[in-house]
């Protein structure tokens, strides 16, 4: 590689590197706590379950109790278990019967709302919100969308940035990438430590790096930011019609049509047809066709254990008057190429595929990538502190590095306490749930970042924020011990692994933080 190529890698690398350095390193902190989403939530909400509960649900009772609130013939109703958790998503359409008076109005969100599958009671997005949900949703700044999509397109920016600065870091290391990583002088200059650790580090998790670079650029891109513009120019803002198109497997519908059905149903015994036919299903999805109409349909949908299948989904589809299988597709064979590529960008994105081994995998590479973006930040700012650089030039310098790093550090202690204060407060709020969660992280995280920005020194905000993120991930287990009764011995006597596991991570961190503080020292 000629000097001229190399040099113009280089500085590319370095430019959009400190370009999308703070929001970057955002969306790679919550994206790693979101590898515990479901976990998060069944903590915070104390509802934790157990492996294959949507298929032992009571849709029958489920359906009773909807009737009692509003009419059910002639919708489509469909229950969906896009996360593990009690709450499952309901989505009914308006009846068919044009004869049924219905409610008006809901907006975009009408006929959407979630169901606690336990005791049946329904709650809409803004009170159902979540930790789980709130940093799942900043991982790509969906807060962010004051302007239509505007945080998406901010998510997707930063993605391809990524990517471009993965590709021209692998270049610029290429010839000593080897001998590099085996290298590490901790008593060497500080741009020799930083730059050994950044290129060690960094190397560990590029193949994470260059996943993740591709897959959420192509989730946010694809999905957010070309989804909309497609649906409105190529099928006449029909989703339907694109949804028909696009859909995987292919999107099914029954006519309503006659009189109602006379004969008594349950449609719980589906589910059990459907097991029989393939054990090990996980089973995630239920439809309703022309609720109590002779045209009744239900369709059982699932997808194959990642033991057993890394792709692929499959469902069956009865008609209710005779119980008839009138439709199939198998979860383990004859996957088409949309659907195979598009579960292996999900599954390699999410990391569901491996238990929590994979998730904790996953956890770890997403915190490694997040010191290989502070260690390049300050790479950046120490080859810049020369003796005959501007004093305009080197204020700004060492402000812009102060502002990034105040932002960034102080994600960990705002994350704990936001943890501990929606634990012991949000119940009581009188408000929606969202907008205390909302307001709480924000206000937290900004409170933090400039009390540190004002102290104007990368050690003691780096120092402080060990400190109070250590304290504050000590007092979670304890907060959650005192709110619910359910201490680490408890959960782990009563089998409650999803709260424990938030537990021992937070115990974990703080232990991890103590460690480092031990081994700090002012250079």
Not at 139 to 164: D, I, K, P, T, W
Not at 188 to 212: E, M, R, S
Not at 230 to 257: G, R, S, W
Request: with cysteine; proline share 3%; hydrophobic share 45%.
């Amino acid at each position: 590689m000629s000097n001229r190529i190399y040099n113009i890698l280089f500085h590319t690398h370095t430019i959009s590197g400190i370009f999308i350095s703070a929001l970057l390193y955002l969306i790679f902190f919550t994206g790693s706590v979101s590898f515990l989403r479901d976990e998060i939530n069944a903590w915070e909400r104390n509802e934790p379950i157990e492996k294959g509960y949507f298929e032992h649900i009571d849709f029958d009772a489920a359906l009773q109790k909807l009737k009692t609130e509003d009419t059910l013939y002639s919708r489509d109703i469909t229950f969906s278990q896009r996360f593990f958790e009690r709450r499952i998503s309901v989505f009914m359409t308006q009846p068919k019967d044009t004869t049924i008076e219905t409610k008006k109005g809901g907006g975009r969100r009408r006929g959407f709302f979630y169901m606690d599958m336990d005791n049946y009671t329904k709650s809409d997005y803004a009170s159902g919100y979540s930790l789980g949900e709130f940093f799942y949703r900043l991982h790509f700044f969906a807060q962010l969308n004051f302007f239509g999509r505007s945080g998406y397109f901010l998510a997707g920016l930063v993605a391809f940035f990524f990517l471009f600065a993965v590709v021209t870091g692998v270049l610029v290391h290429w010839n000593k990438i080897v001998s590099s990583f085996y290298v590490f002088r901790p008593k060497a200059k500080l741009k020799t430590i930083w730059t050994d650790a950044h290129v060690a580090l960094g190397v560990i998790g590029l193949p994470y790096q260059f996943i993740f670079a591709v897959t959420g650029a192509f989730l946010i891109v694809g999905y957010m930011v070309m989804l909309p513009p497609m649906q409105k120019f190529l099928f006449n803002d029909n989703a339907q019609e694109m949804q028909k198109v696009i859909e995987v497997p292919a999107l099914e519908t029954y006519d309503y049509f006659g009189d109602p059905l006379t004969k008594e149903f349950n449609v719980n015994e589906f589910i059990k047809t459907t097991k029989e036919k393939w054990p090990s299903l996980n089973i995630n999805g239920f439809k309703i066709f022309n609720y109590g109409n002779e045209n009744m349909h239900v369709q059982v949908m699932g997808s194959p254990k990642y033991t057993d299948g890394f792709v692929g989904t499959g469902y069956q589809t009865f008609k209710v008057e005779d119980n008839s299988l009138v439709s199939e597709k198998d979860p383990y064979n004859n996957i088409s190429y949309v659907e195979g590529a598009n579960d292996v960008i999900k599954r390699l994105h999410f990391g569901d595929y491996g238990g929590y081994a994979m998730k904790f995998i996953y956890l770890i590479l997403g915190f490694i990538t997040c010191f290989v973006i502070i260690s390049g930040v300050l790479i950046w700012l120490v080859a810049r502190d020369k003796k005959n650089l501007e004093p305009r030039k080197k204020h700004f310098n060492n402000w812009l590095v102060r502002v990034y790093m105040s932002s960034m550090l102080s994600l960990f202690p705002a994350t704990a306490l936001t943890f501990i204060l929606v634990k012991l407060f949000a119940d009581d709020f009188e408000g929606v749930r969202m907008s205390f969660i909302n307001r709480t992280f924000f206000w937290t995280w900004l409170i933090i970042g400039v009390l540190l920005l004002l102290k104007r020194s990368n050690y003691f905000t780096n120092k402080v924020c060990l400190i109070t993120g250590a304290v504050f991930s000590l007092f979670i287990p304890i907060a959650n011990g005192i709110k619910t009764g359910n201490w680490p011995w408890v959960s782990y006597s009563h089998g409650y692994s999803q709260i424990l596991v938030i537990d021992l991570f937070w115990i974990i961190v703080a232990i991890l933080s103590f460690a480092v503080l031990l081994k700090l020292k002012r250079k």
